[in-house]
């Protein structure tokens, strides 16, 4: 296998960054005048009755409708629009389960983290344009879809646990043969 020329790995490596970087300027940007609405989806406005209501089916939990029932109970207290907390709560849990599923999948690899390249993709996959608009919206979908992230983080690296203890095992054993 022939090795990749050093000159066009770096060309590679800071076109990519490049790419990383608008993209994350662009979604930024977005995310800023686009703070203080509400996407009119026809389920918003389901989320926001069932808040209100409290009229819960097979189908529906109380849990989102609970965190935003909080944040319009408190936005008087604090100043802001209740859709600011709650985009801010869902970017947050966003970018930490693509976090700690980038690092377990570095570390399940026996690869050493880098925290920035952790960093840097995280902020890559959480300002991509589809996801970073359910971000911003009053729906469970992206809290739903961070919690199925986090849970794939945490098989990795549960499956990283379970090859390292059995590597353990085995080196313990071969010692013990000695």
């Given at each position: 296998m022939k090795k990749i020329n050093p000159i066009v790995w770096k060309i590679a490596y800071n076109l990519g960054l490049l790419i990383l970087g608008v993209q994350v300027c662009l979604a930024v940007c977005w995310a800023i005048m686009n703070f203080g609405t509400v996407p009119q989806f026809p389920e918003t406005g389901f989320w926001l009755?069932?808040?209100?209501?409290?009229?819960?089916?097979?189908?529906?939990?109380?849990?989102?409708?609970?965190?935003?029932?909080?944040?319009?109970?408190?936005?008087n207290l604090i100043g802001l629009p209740y859709q600011i907390p709650v985009y801010l709560l869902q970017l947050s849990v966003a970018f930490l389960s693509v976090y700690h599923l980038v690092k377990n999948i570095v570390?399940?690899?026996?690869r050493a983290v880098k925290r920035h390249i952790c960093?840097?993709?995280?902020?890559?996959v959480t300002t991509i344009p589809f996801l970073l608009q359910g971000h911003?919206?009053?729906?469970?979908?992206s809290l739903g879809g961070s919690v199925y992230v986090m849970?794939?983080?945490?098989?990795?690296?549960?499956i990283r646990e379970v090859c390292i203890g059995a590597e353990k095992k085995k080196l313990l054993l071969k010692l013990g043969e000695v």
């Open positions: 009755e069932v808040s209100e209501t409290w009229v819960l089916d097979e189908y529906v939990g109380p849990g989102y409708a609970a965190l935003v029932w909080c944040a319009r109970k408190f936005q570390l399940l690899q026996g960093l840097a993709v995280s902020l890559y911003l919206a009053i729906l469970p979908d849970l794939l983080a945490v098989l990795f690296g549960f």
